[in-house]
């Protein structure tokens, strides 16, 4: 079997965590405030892999593979909770991202915004 974004679907996915967290009857501990500060903490993990890091060295980390491995894995964390929160609260992930993409669209046109840093534009 091929465990490949090419050929797993988001829906997939959220069947496969919700499986994960039903066996082990964690839904119990699975409230959305309790989700959202997983996501949050776990963010903290991610970005706690460069800490200290210059902007050379952010450059350098896609061959360092111990730092690449840490990455996958609270990058997983991430989504995996998100995944749960999704599955709760009864969101659709594709139709959220696409109508967040389309405030981002409207809010960041790229006549104003190509090669440019909302923050530098005063945003
Ligand atoms: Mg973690």
Redesign the pocket.
Known sequence: MNNKDENTTIKDLKLIVKEFVQKRNWQIFHTPRNLAESIS??SA?LLEIFQWFSREDCSKIKHDLARRERMR??LA?VLIYSLSLSNIMGIDITETIRDKLTKNENRYPISKFRGISPKDHNV
């Open positions: 903490i776990e993990e894995e609270e964390d």
